[in-house]
């Protein structure tokens, strides 16, 4: 047996006297696509920072690829070539072109000569149809684009682990489409991501596991299918039927 | 992919030309200025007064003059009504009166200016990482930073003059280093005073770059470490790339007040425009003439600050990034 491409085994996390993770453990494979739901404050964004050690847990650990990642020698830096991130808001670099945002990495963590690492830009703003769009600046780039070379940039370090934060959620609904289908030609091609969203339509059609989320704690992980028709936890239950309503008065 | 970059190159051309367009008057006046000021050096210090005599000025007094007393008498006997034109009289004197002494304040512009850059560009050079340590360094560095921004930016510039110049010995020391003091190369003074503008300047760069610094919003750092920059590389090449463009404005207010405060170094016997003024209208008790002269030249040097500095702030804009809108 192969080890899981992560883990997460009893971890814990708190702000002060606010415990936000208590004990959270799960494990996905290689090629993997899991979707993270929960309320608002359950720790989904919490758990997504402590995998790329935006945030130290407190006690537990994670391990990447077999490799315990929340030891104190990690190289952080390392760690971060390994796991791509795409934010809610985008975060974009503002002073750089689509282009410029997809080869920063390239350039000064990898140290790719400026040629190559444009050449290798393109081609992931092409995986993400934006290579018409190389030289814009985020500006002048609509949402939905904006999110595309996030995803771009990600990708172009060619990480083991993409985590993606509420990729839809700032985004105005017609333009969650286009993002959408970006990340279901990722989950196609493979490419392992921990996904945080309550873009149902993909969880359903993409995910391998849902995972939901609260209070720090998971309350139920499953397969979409066993989630949707048969949850295994009231709480679960009660909560999709309350996204159920939310997308319709929408 | 083309177009788009003939777009982006475009829009910055005509911003650039607005800007300029905006001012013929100034522009004007500035290119004179400096057209002036550079035949002048080249004459004075490259060539050795080869085109004109080194306290010769380049402009003949003899038309104001002859044109102030033509007004003059015109004045005289237009009676009472004629005193506008007896002002249009007085400005052809001033003209007249004022020109002998252009070729030496010339010189003192040069030490003004070389003054003011090497102070504010090396007080950048600090600035930066004094900014840097305030806004994202321990406990221990943000203390130190802040202390030398309060010690700069609170006692007097004349007092740091001072002291710099008599309680310390590097007017000693610079005294002894070769070359100080002969052919283009100023006196110990001067470097004195080049070394207290740029640590007093350091400190108010600090404050403008600080908070700009801090209007970059913290994704942007946080999206840096999360492709695997460390913190110093992603400030570097990103926080700083868009801080220092925010900073720019506040940036071009220090550059502008440098130009004036340099004018506190005559006090430490350098040479500049300002010392230069007050010591040939003691010679010549030409008050008035020599410091409305003096106070063209310091407005020529501001102007041309000024628009120097708008060039860059349109060279290095970038869409959606603070200053674009203006
Ligand atoms: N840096 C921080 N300092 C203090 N408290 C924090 C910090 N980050 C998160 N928290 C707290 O931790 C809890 C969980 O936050 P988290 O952002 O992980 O929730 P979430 O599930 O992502 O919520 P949302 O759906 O609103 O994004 C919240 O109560 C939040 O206030
Ligand atoms: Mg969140």
Redesign the interface.
């Known amino acids: 047996m192969s080890d899981p491409l992560l883990a997460l085994d009893d971890v814990y996390k708190s702000y002060g006297e606010e415990q936000v993770l208590s004990g959270v453990s799960f494990e996905m494979d290689a090629g993997d696509v899991d979707v993270v739901i929960g309320p608002s404050g359950s720790g989904k964004s919490t758990m997504l920072r402590c995998v ?1 050690r ?1 945030t130290e847990i407190d006690s537990g650990d994670i391990y990447l690829d077999g490799d315990c990642v929340t030891d104190a020698d990690t190289d952080v ?2 760690l ?2 390994q796991v ?2 795409v ?1 809610q ?1 985008f ?5 750089l072109t689509a282009l410029g945002n997809v080869t ?2 390239l350039r ?2 990898r140290g790719m000569d400026k040629a190559t690492a444009q050449e290798q830009g393109y081609e992931h703003l092409e995986q993400v149809g934006l290579s ?9 780039l609509s949402g939905g684009q904006k999110q595309r070379v996030g995803i771009a ?2 990708l172009a ?1 060619d990480p083991k682990l993409l985590l993606f934060d509420e990729p839809t959620s700032a985004l105005d609904p017609e333009l969650v489409g286009e993002v959408v289908d970006v990340m279901r030609d990722l989950a196609a091609e493979g490419i392992t991501m921990l996904v945080v969203s309550h873009e149902m339509g993909f969880a359903r059609s993409a995910a391998s596991d849902i995972i939901f989320l609260d209070d720090g704690r998971i309350v139920e992980h499953g397969p979409p299918e066993q989630l949707f028709q048969n949850p295994q936890a009231a709480r679960t239950g009660e909560f999709l039927s309350r996204l159920e309503t939310a997308h319709e008065e929408e | ?1 083309g177009t ?2 003939s777009t ?1 190159a475009g829009r910055t051309l005509r911003a650039r030309a607005a800007g300029l367009t905006d001012q013929p008057l100034t522009l004007l006046t500035v290119a004179g200025f400096w057209t002036w000021l550079v035949v002048r050096w080249t004459n004075d210090f490259l060539l050795d007064g080869a085109l004109i005599d080194r306290n010769t000025s380049f402009f003949p007094t003899a038309p104001f003059e002859a044109a102030a007393s033509t007004l003059g008498g015109l004045a005289a006997s237009l009676g009472p009504v004629g005193f506008p034109v007896g002002w249009v009289a007085g400005f052809f004197e001033f003209l007249a009166a004022s020109i002998p002494y252009l070729p030496q304040l010339a010189t003192g512009v040069w030490a003004t200016i070389l003054l003011t850059v090497l102070g504010i560009a090396l007080g950048f050079v600090i600035a930066v990482p004094l900014s840097v340590a305030r806004v994202y360094g321990g406990t221990l560095t943000r203390s130190v930073a802040l202390g030398y921004t309060e010690l700069f930016r609170g006692t007097p510039l004349l007092a740091q003059l001072f002291v710099l110049y008599f309680a310390t010995p590097l007017t000693t020391i610079i005294r002894e280093l070769p070359a100080v003091g002969t052919g283009f190369i100023p006196a110990q003074a001067f470097w004195v005073a080049v070394i207290a503008f740029m640590l007093n300047s350091a400190a108010y760069q600090s404050e403008y770059i600080r908070s700009a610094l801090n209007s970059v ?1 913290e ?2 750092l ?9 913190k110093v ?1 992603g400030i570097r ?2 926080v700083l ?2 801080g220092l ?1 925010y900073a720019i404005p506040g940036w071009s207010n220090e550059l502008v007040y440098l130009i004036k405060y340099s004018s506190l170094a005559s006090f430490i016997t350098v040479r500049e425009l300002f010392e230069r003024t007050d010591a040939i209208a003691s010679e010549t008790y030409r008050y008035t003439e020599l410091f409305v002269l003096a106070g063209l030249l310091y407005l020529a040097l501001v102007l041309s600050a000024s628009l120097l500095m708008e060039y860059v702030e349109d060279r290095v804009a ?4 603070g200053t674009t809108s203006r």
């Open positions: 790329n935006l830096n390392e971060r070539k791509g991130m934010f808001d975060n974009l670099f503002a002073h920063l990495g000064k963590v018409d769009q190389a030289d814009s600046y985020p500006a002048e940039r990600a370090m | 992919m788009q970059e982006t919003p994704g942007q946080t999206a840096a470490r999360a492709i695997g920059l460390s590389d090449h990103v790339p868009q463009r970038i869409p959606g990034l």
